[in-house]
């Protein structure tokens, strides 16, 4: 794994120079991504709080994303579980110096428990056996599954169960 040490943004186009690992900078960059390249996540709050080994977590304040009723609005969980899942997948093509476009292909979501407060939205590491076969990938798309999970005061409240097709850049 690597550490970006240069994170220089043009417009729609994020760069990431790496040379060690650190994941509080991992965290900066793709805090950086999100702000350069999806707009929502700043007017949601979005905010990287852990990415390491035990995946990717953001936290996300219920007073930017609260609907009439007093609870998190659906498109607010549904975006953050989007964002946590494509921006797994961000910081693995990033550690492992690759280049690709990520898109959602399909997603849906199960929503389980109203969302009272604020939230996190986690989504863990790709799984080793389809991350091989992207590596193994020289053109098109591979299709990765993920699962993002809505977390809030300790319990699962929304599920996505996400495709995601990557496309392979030389």
Wanted: with cysteine; aromatic share 6%.
């Amino acid at each position: 794994m690597n550490r970006p040490s240069v994170i220089q943004a043009k417009e729609n186009e994020v760069t990431i120079e790496t040379d060690r690992p650190d994941s509080q900078s991992w965290q900066e960059a793709l805090q950086a991504c999100f702000a350069q390249q999806i707009p929502l996540s700043r007017a949601m709050q979005v905010c990287v709080q852990r990415a390491d080994d035990a995946g990717l977590t953001l936290a996300v304040p219920l007073a930017a994303n609260v609907n009439p009723h007093g609870t998190a609005f659906g498109g607010s969980l549904y975006s953050a579980a989007l964002l946590a899942g494509w921006g797994q997948i961000f910081l693995q093509l990033q550690r492992e110096s690759r280049q690709g476009e990520i898109v959602i292909a399909q997603a849906s979501m199960q929503y389980l428990a109203p969302v009272t407060g604020d939230f996190l939205a986690h989504c863990d590491p790709l799984d080793n056996a389809q991350w091989q076969r992207y590596c193994r990938l020289r053109r098109g798309r591979l299709r990765l599954h993920l699962n993002p999970r809505i977390l809030c005061q300790g319990e699962v409240c929304a599920s996505l169960t996400a495709v995601f097709a990557v496309s392979a850049t030389p």
